[in-house]
Structures are given as C-alpha cells and as structure tokens.
C-alpha cells in the first residue's frame, strides 16, 4: 500500500502515452492495416476498444490487435538495459475493470 514515487509515476506515463502513439502512428502501416482487417471480419464479441479506429472486438482480439499496431513502425518505447518494449505488451492489455481507472 505504498505509494509510488512521482518519478516512477511520471516515467509510466510517458511509457503509456508513447506506446499509445505507437499504436496510431501504427495504424497507418501495412501490419497496422492487416490487424485493423482482423478485428474488423473478427466475428467475437464487441466489448474491447481498438485503439486508432472506431471498431470493437473480444478483448483477446483487441490485445493482439493493439499490440500489433504498437510494434508497427518500431517507434514503441524500449527500456535501455534490456531493450525490451514492455508498453507494446502491457498498454494493449490494460483491464477496463482494474479498481480505479473506470
């Protein structure tokens, strides 16, 4: 139950709004494209968001979708050390139900 630091707090937030401008800059690029054709023949659920358009699919589809869109042109954010993209497979994944953030 402890908060976090304002630093920490800041740098996630500039991961979320960089991997969330991934996704649209993604939209726009032939794997980006691809993704959007899925969701839009997906014939599941409509209950998740796909970022970059005005459609809805099953949560499982709108992850996949999203995080295609976030890896799109590469420009998705990267951790130094390790230089892997944790936002690509975190922000497409976001649970709306998380307490808080409704």
Known sequence: ????????????????????AAMISGADLPPGRAALRFAGEYKGEKDA????????????????????????????DSHGPSRAHPGAAAVPARDEEVEGTQ
């Not at 304002?6 to 500039?14: E, F, L, M, N, Y």
């Open 1 to 20: 139950e402890a908060e976090l630091p304002a630093s920490v707090i800041r740098k996630a937030k500039h991961h979320i709004l960089d991997t969330v």
């Open 49 to 76: 968001t796909v970022v970059a358009s005005k459609m809805l699919c099953g949560p499982i589809e709108a992850a996949l979708v999203n995080g295609v869109l976030a890896h799109s042109d590469e420009t998705d």
